[in-house]
Every structure is written in structure tokens, then in C-alpha cells.
């Protein structure tokens, strides 16, 4: 999505209510899932051509796909071979519905498959790097200079092709890189069109969204919201909507886009669970309540969550605890509050792909609340707190959360926070957790949050912390022994979380991190540098 000012009609309420997959769907790409890695790449990569895109699983059958009226189809890579037994296939009917259809590595060889050519396996498999020697630099290919690199992860090829088909591209290893059946759309790459490493993949992606499905670019930040407002209104009318506030981006755009939309039939609530960095609390409420006047619930509920994890070593207890908490001082705050008919929830489009948790009213239809979701509000709720959802992000990506953030005026600091886990520092120091230890790693972390701002590179990481471990060592300060804690830092560079390197910062900023906590930090004496990747390890330690 691009990210214009958008400019709300004023009439906004009185027009016709139509959803904003139904106004989207006109301009839709459809991707048809076998289990890539890569499906919702391929997702936010049409996305970024300003044309909405939805993930739907390869048993969508053609009478589907026809309903939905999608202008072309991506058929996904996946873990298979088209001709082991019981490999996934999608309804061969979607090769009469005349709509220009991408097949993506599996998603190829399925086409080759289904339409009479031949897939084998290939005396070579061919993984990574490749050159692409393009043998027809029209239409598919257009823009995509000849040799540029192709991202390969394949086993199998395609043998023969089937009628009607053409080459339009191969490797030194694979002569059928790239196929065409020009006259019904259809078409084929070997390699992996969405990820960075193939050089000519986004330009590839767009002649197939723009030129051979002839999409127009209507997935905007202005449309979102303008049709997210309208549809807000038109939904909620006279009632009362609660939204559990964490400070992340995803409920704060949250909370600015349903204040826009509903006013003050929205209630924010808050829940201080002592376990938020140093001065979080104090700044979430000044931005929300005092700088754009979003009245915000206050809960202070520290000493609570403190007696919950008294004791507790083990990380999966500790965070069970937490989020048991969660749910005592939530069920108990939107009672004294209600009633409320709305619950909303910051659902990110990649929880709508991987996530079951909801269900839908029999009686209503409507989804209802049973879980809050895990990474963000910590715990579960009850399920007789029959709350209706609201989820106007459902349909977006992280990224175009943060863009749709920015547009309706939220604070850059909140746009581009460094993700934080719903049990906070909790899960940031290792073993039992106490007042002390609390107050230790607030300073140490505040000083990494700080130094790394002091020298611009902040937005270098996709996260960087400390983390405080339960064992001490011997140092010296001022002539005496001590025996302190070690502080562990963590600074990873990553694109969405999956996988993360750890960041090789210069010398020159570990050794002022480690001098200003060392002497800065009471109880500290050692720092030490966490040099492990994702995989094979994780971004947080607990």
C-alpha cells in the first residue's frame, strides 16, 4: 500500500455499507497454497504493486475461485512431488475459468502435470543461485535481463510440456525455467520469483499482475481507510467496542483507526503488568491520552502479576501464569467497564492464515472471542465473554500496518517499535523473576534502547535488547570482589521475524554498551554478546 494522507469523507457513515474484500476483490490476486514457505511472500510481494492479494489453500475448488471473481491466480511451491501419492492438486476445473494463472516451482509442475506434459525427477536437483538464459524476453519476462540471477529449490523437471506450451527461459541445468501457454494466460517459473535473491522476480511479478491480469493499482493506504471507517460505522452503529491496548503498533493503529472511525464508543484499556521497559507505561498513556486525547484505562495490576511468578523458573509455567493473570484482570476490568457488545483485536492477515482461534456464533454468525492472541495480550479469554470482533487489520501485513500507522498520524517511535513479547521482560530474565532483577535489566535495557538511538542506528536492528541470566560471576570494581549478574545482549537483523543473524556491530558500540552498564547498572559486571542466528536458535531466550 502506498502511504498518501488519506482524506475521510465527512458523509462517511451514509454511504452504502460494501466490505473491503468486496470492493478489493474486483483488483485480487488469489495465491493458491501447497505449502510453501514462501506463500505469504508471494502475497506481500503483489501487495507491494498496490494490488490486494488473499492466501487460500489448494483445496479451493473452480465454482470458489469463479464466486470470488479473482483477475489471475498464483499457484504456490511446496514440499511435494506432483506424482507421489496423495501430493496435493488443485481442482483441475481452474484451468477453463479463462483467468491468467502463475504456477511457482510445485505450482508449475502441477500445471505441466495436470494439463497432459510430464514431470520427473531430475538427474540434477538444482538449489539456490542460477543463471536465467531467456530464450522470449516478451510478456512474462519483460524487463527481466538476460542472466540475472533465479532463486532454484527444486528436485524435479518438466519433461515434456503439454500442448500449447512454449520455453521462455532455462538454466544450464534446467530447460524449462520458464513456460508460456500465451493464448489461454497460463504460465510457469521454475524458481522463485517473490524472494530477494531472484534479481528480475519483482519485475516479473508485476507484468504478470499488471499486464497479462491487467490489474489496476487500488490497494491503498486512502482506500484502506476510507473503506475500513466506512465499514467500522456501518458495523458497530450505536455500541460499545473494547480494545486491549499493549503499546505495539498493531493495537496502537488499532486504536487510532477505531477512534477515527467510532469516537468515544471506544474504550482503551491498559493493563500495567510490571513487566514493560523502563518509562513505557508513563509514554503510552502520555501519547494516547494527553498528546491525541484517546482516553486510555489505566490498570495497575504490578504487585499481581509480581505474586503470579513468584518462584517460577520454568519459562512455559511462567508465561501460563501470566497469561492466567491476564485473563483474571481483563474479565474483571471489562465487567466494572461494560457492558461492551465489541471486542477488538489487532489480528494481522497472517494470523487469519495460520490461526483457528475463533468461532462463530451459531445463532449470529458473527465470530466470537475465545482467545486474545498470545503474542500480544499474553493469555486466552474466557469463553462466556461473548464478545462480537472487530478486526479492521485482518486483512493487512505487518508492514502495511506500519504504513497504515504513519498515514493516520501515529508517533513514529510507535511505528517502528522494536516488537516486544506480551510477558515483557519476564521472559527476558531467565529463571525466577523479582523486584530486583526487574530493576536491574530496565537499566541495562534502557541503555541499549538508548546508545543505539544516540548513534542512529536503532531502525539497523529488527530487535535489540538485554537479557538477564540466573547466575553471577567474580569481577573486580574499585579494588573489591564482587559478584554480580551477567547482562546478555541480543541485536538481530531480520525482514519478518522467521529467521534473524545476529548484527556484527562495530567494536566501538559493544564497548560503550558494556562500559555503561557495567558502571551504570547496580548489580551488574560482566556483558556478553549473543552471536546465535535463528535457527538454530531463537530472537528471545524464553
Same mark, same amino acid.
Given at each position: 500500500m ?8 465527512q ?112 538427474k ?17 519476462l519483460?524487463?527481466v ?72 493499482p ?9 473503506e ?56 503510552l498513556?502520555?501519547i ?59 489480528t ?20 466470537v ?14 469463553k462466556?465473554?461473548?464478545?462480537? &470482533?472487530? !478486526?479492521? @487489520? ?5 508492514? =502495511? +500496518?506500519?504504513?497504515?500507522? %504513519? ?27 523479582t523486584?530486583?532483577?526487574l ?18 542506528m ?34 538481530v ?15 566501538? &558500540?559493544? !564497548?560503550? @554498551? ?5 558502571? =551504570? +547498572?547496580?548489580?551488574?559486571? %560482566? ?16
Amino acid at each position: 500500500m502506498t502511504t498518501q494522507t488519506p482524506s475521510i469523507p465527512q458523509n462517511a457513515e451514509t454511504l452504502p455499507p460494501e466490505s473491503i474484500e468486496s470492493k478489493l476483490n474486483r483488483q485480487m490476486i488469489v495465491i493458491l497454497d501447497f505449502g510453501s514457505q514462501y506463500s505469504e511472500l508471494i502475497a506481500r510481494r503483489i501487495r507491494e504493486t498496490n494490488v490486494y492479494s488473499e492466501v487460500l489453500s489448494y483445496r479451493t475448488t473452480a465454482e470458489q475461485l469463479q464466486q470470488l471473481n479473482p483477475k489471475g491466480i498464483i499457484l504456490s511451491g511446496g514440499p511435494n512431488s506432483v506424482y507421489d501419492e496423495g501430493a496435493p492438486h488443485c481442482d483441475p476445473n481452474i484451468w477453463q475459468l479463462g483467468v491468467p494463472i502463475l504456477g511457482v516451482c510445485y505450482g508449475m509442475q502441477l500445471m505441466v502435470q495436470q494439463l497432459g506434459g510430464k514431470v520427473e525427477r531430475a538427474k540434477r536437483g538444482e538449489y539456490g543461485k542460477a543463471s536465467l538464459h531467456i530464450d522470449d524476453p516478451t510478456n512474462l519476462l519483460t524487463n527481466v535481463e538476460n542472466g540475472s540471477i533465479a532463486w532454484m529449490s527444486h528436485a524435479d523437471s518438466c519433461k515434456a510440456l503439454p500442448s500449447g506450451f512454449e520455453i521462455l527461459a532455462h538454466t544450464d541445468n534446467t530447460d524449462c525455467a520458464a513456460i508460456a501457454n500465451h493464448s489461454k494466460k497460463l504460465f510457469g517459473v521454475q524458481f522463485h520469483p517473490e524472494v530477494v535473491h531472484s534479481v528480475g522476480g519483482i519485475a516479473l511479478i508485476r507484468n504478470f499482475v499488471y499486464h497479462i491480469c491487467e490489474c489496476e493499482p487500488t490497494w491503498t493506504t486512502e482506500a484502506f481507510v476510507e473503506e475500513s471507517i466506512r465499514e467500522i460505522r456501518a458495523k458497530i452503529g450505536d455500541k460499545r467496542v473494547l480494545l486491549a491496548l499493549s503499546g505495539g503498533v498493531d493495537s496502537s493503529t488499532l486504536a487510532f483507526l477505531l477512534h477515527r472511525a467510532i469516537g468515544d464508543q471506544l474504550t482503551c484499556m491498559f493493563i500495567d503488568q510490571g513487566f514493560m521497559r523502563k518509562g513505557e507505561p508513563e509514554r503510552l498513556m502520555d501519547i494516547f491520552d494527553r498528546q491525541f486525547h484517546i482516553p486510555v484505562v489505566y490498570v495497575n495490576a504490578r504487585e499481581r502479576f509480581l505474586e503470579q511468578v513468584k518462584d517460577v523458573t520454568d519459562p512455559e509455567e511462567k508465561r501460563k501464569r501470566i497469561g492466567h493473570e491476564f485473563i483474571q484482570v481483563f474479565e474483571e476490568e471489562s465487567n466494572r467497564l461494560g457492558p461492551f457488545d465489541y471486542l477488538a483485536q489487532g489480528t494481522l492477515y497472517p494470523d487469519v492464515i495460520e490461526s483457528a482461534d475463533s468461532n462463530v456464533d451459531p445463532k449470529t454468525g458473527e465470530r466470537v472471542a475465545v482467545k486474545i492472541k498470545s503474542h500480544h495480550n499474553v493469555g486466552g479469554l474466557p469463553k462466556n465473554l461473548r464478545f462480537k &470482533l472487530v !478486526e479492521p @487489520l485482518r486483512k493487512l501485513f505487518k508492514d =502495511e +500496518v506500519r504504513k497504515l500507522g %504513519r498515514s493516520i498520524g501515529l508517533p513514529e517511535e510507535i511505528v517502528r517499535r522494536h516488537p516486544f513479547p506480551g510477558p515483557g521482560l519476564a521472559i527476558r530474565i531467565l529463571g525466577e523473576v523479582t523486584k530486583e532483577k526487574l530493576n536491574i535489566l530496565r537499566d541495562a535495557d534502557f541503555i541499549v534502547r538508548d546508545e543505539i538511538s544516540k548513534q542512529g542506528m536503532y531502525h539497523d536492528f529488527w530487535q535489540a535488547f538485554a537479557v538477564l541470566l540466573p547466575v553471577r560471576s567474580v569481577g573486580v570494581m574499585g579494588d573489591q570482589r564482587t559478584y554480580a549478574y551477567p547482562i546478555v545482549l541480543r541485536l538481530v537483523s531480520s525482514e519478518d521475524g522467521m529467521t534473524a543473524d545476529w548484527s556484527k556491530v562495530p567494536y566501538d &558500540l559493544l !564497548e560503550v @554498551l558494556s562500559n555503561r552498564i557495567v558502571n =551504570e +547498572v547496580k548489580g551488574v559486571n %560482566r556483558v556478553v554478546y549473543d552471536i546465535t542466528s535463528k535457527p538454530p536458535g531463537t530472537i528471545e531466550w524464553e
